[in-house]
């Protein structure tokens, strides 16, 4: 159905309304694109570090001009075509700050910062799809992992006034920019953030609400919850015209599951456990739902027992949409587009940049650098002693913050995600050395949808759930 271009979507109780009418947006992310993430696109370390890596090996000019292109092909109108065509309404498109200023010239608007932005909101606008502009990466990192284009272990933007002045800053360009623009559904002003000491987010919230309503009354704020999104527990009175947001992902949809989901009355209350405590503030307090990352990763075909697993994982998928549809829940499916190990859709394997850097993809996953649906089975004989030994030495580390990562995790994004994966980014680099223009833009077109195969099972599920009620 096609909706009235020339009206806002607002918040009304507890539902998501055009005109009064109540909508779900239904849809998935656009991970990987303007806000690129090393699982999904075949590198290592944060963003930054693979955009430096690659200036070294060919040059700034050369360097920008791939990246540029990779932008380009990654989503074209074939992509909101797609879409469309599964059912989806609503696109949430990650960004990265560093589109729009850089560290050393900060409240300077880049000339050419709101080019692919502008391009894919009004593609999405064509089909009929509202796109909500979600900043993932702000100054300073939000959160303490590497999707924040972090390359600290530290969350430095809670500590520093002035990445909050700037992040204040450039949510009042990117509302200027598009406060008259109605298909755009709003505005995600913060992914996932981390804040240890619980009082700082909601005060964040509160200003950046006021900043933005004095520029752009009427588009719909969408409001993650704290430590990446799960954690509304500090959370009092709910803004005008916000949509509260939960991620929500089940920990049977990773390799590092404690067992395989088959579909037991315990894995079933588990899953409604986690969604209810993650939905509480927005239970309670009656304001709409947006579950705004779910999703599993799949198993390829050299991977053990791989269609058991992913059968499993797509019942898993299920379950999560019909926990979704019970609730009334606005959803995002993470993600729209990578190398093949969640999305939709994925460059064919005999494309050029997947033929280029099969090798790294490879070796990157033997020795499990990648912070995301890692298998650490590789690696297991050399981790276990270190996590062991931390256990040891330093048994507070297991209640560090935040509670969910563990020991495990912490020495995962210490050693591998950042020591171990910044390594690698060189050697990710050096698979281009000594290409030109015409052989960069032939890599980068590999993301181009032609070029790229679906997903056929995880289109189906989402597509089927998608065109089932949404008003």
């Not at 990445?163 to 995600?188: I, M, P, S």
């Not at 004095?214 to 719909?220: L, S, W, Y």
């Not at 929500?248 to 079933?268: K, L, N």
């Not at 990763?297 to 979704?324: C, F, G, S």
């Amino acid at each position: 159905m096609v909706v009235d271009t020339n009206a806002y979507l607002q918040v009304t109780g507890s539902q998501i309304t055009l005109d009064g009418r109540p909508i779900l947006l239904k849809g998935a992310s656009l991970g990987g694109w303007m806000l690129m993430e090393n699982f999904m696109g075949g590198f290592t370390g944060q963003e930054n570090q693979a955009r430096s890596a690659l200036a070294g090996v060919l040059g700034p000019e050369k360097a920008a001009y791939f990246f540029d292109r990779w932008l380009e092909h990654y989503f074209t109108d074939g992509d909101a075509a797609l879409l469309a065509k599964i059912g989806f309404n609503c696109v949430r498109i990650a960004v990265n700050y560093r589109h729009f200023e850089d560290d050393l010239e900060p409240r300077v608007l880049k000339p050419d910062g709101f080019r692919h932005l502008d391009r894919v909101v009004d593609l999405c606008a064509r089909h009929g799809i509202y796109t909500v502009i979600d900043l993932h990466a702000l100054p300073g990192g939000q959160n303490i992992d590497w999707h924040s284009d972090n390359n600290t272990n530290q969350a430095l933007f809670w500590d520093h006034k002035d990445f909050q002045d700037r992040a204040v800053w450039l949510w009042e360009q990117l509302a200027t920019h598009y406060r008259d623009n109605t298909w755009v559904a709003g505005y995600n002003p913060m992914n996932e953030p981390t804040d240890a000491q619980h009082t700082r987010l909601q005060a964040f919230y509160l200003r950046i609400e006021k900043a933005i309503r004095a520029v752009d009354p009427d588009h719909i704020l969408f409001l993650d919850g704290n430590s990446f999104g799960y954690d509304f527990s500090a959370f009092k009175t709910p803004l005008p015209n916000c949509v509260y947001s939960c991620h929500d992902y089940s920990v049977y949809g990773f390799p590092s599951a404690p067992e395989r989901y088959t579909g037991t009355d315990e894995q079933i209350a588990y899953h409604e456990r986690t969604f209810q405590r993650k939905a509480d503030f927005m239970l309670a307090t009656g304001t709409p739902i947006w579950n705004s990352e779910f999703g599993p990763t799949y198993a390829i075909p050299a991977d053990k027992d791989w269609e058991a697993v992913n059968a499993a994982r797509y019942d898993v998928l299920r379950l999560q949409l019909d926990i979704n549809r019970r609730h009334g829940a606005s959803y995002s499916l993470w993600t729209y587009k990578d190398i093949g190990v969640m999305g939709l859709v994925y460059p064919d394997a005999g494309t050029p940049l997947l033929r280029l850097l099969a090798p790294f993809i490879a070796k990157k996953k033997a020795v499990s650098a990648d912070g995301w649906g890692f298998d650490e089975t590789p690696v297991k004989h050399v981790f276990g002693p270190l996590e062991e030994w931390f256990a040891q030495v330093s048994p507070g580390l297991e209640k560090a913050y935040p509670p969910t990562w563990k020991i495990k995790k912490h020495v995962l994004r210490q050693v591998r995600g950042l020591l171990l994966s910044e390594q690698l980014a060189s050697e990710w680099a050096s698979y281009f050395a000594g290409m030109d223009e015409d052989e960069l833009d032939q890599l980068a077109r590999s993301w181009h949808i032609d070029n790229c195969v679906q997903r056929e099972k995880l289109v189906a599920i989402m597509s089927e759930d998608a065109l089932s009620t949404k008003w």
